[in-house]
């Protein structure tokens, strides 16, 4: 490993931590969002700093190309991460349905509300006028 690569190692997995970080900071990604996205920055991190660590790993599973194991955990961050996201959604759309329901029954009530309330208007003006009589 060259020492440019080394350090450009370091350097995209700080960048990477440092993105999260103030994304977190700034509340546009919350924290239970983020932990998947940290744990895999700290793990580039720790193979950037310490290149061997992905070379022992690979060995201790019986991995023949380190590399392989790199692809294979971040394919099961992002697949977590994947996961997570779609847990979230179901229950972001649940709400939504149930939000809707909630906004037609409200709505329909305040229709009829107004539709009767339009007709004692109408009924009080025709008792009025006849009372001029």
């Given amino acids: 490993m060259t020492t440019a ?7 995209a997995a700080v960048l990477a931590l440092i993105a999260i970080i103030e994304l977190m900071r700034r509340a546009t990604l919350r924290e239970r969002h983020a932990i998947w996205w940290l744990v895999g920055g700290i793990i580039a991190l720790v193979v950037a700093i310490f290149p061997q660590t992905l070379t022992w790993a690979a060995r201790l599973l019986g991995i023949a190309v380190p590399t392989n194991l790199a692809f294979f955990v971040a394919i099961g961050l992002l697949f977590l991460v994947s996961l997570q996201y779609g847990a979230e959604l179901t229950r972001i759309e649940e709400k939504l349905r149930a939000l809707a329901e909630q906004s037609a029954f409200t709505d329909e009530r305040l229709r009829r509300l107004e539709a009767s309330a339009g007709a004692d208007d109408v009924a009080s003006d025709d008792t009025d006028g006849a009372a001029d009589r």
């Fill in 5 to 11: 690569t080394y350090v450009f190692g370091i350097v």
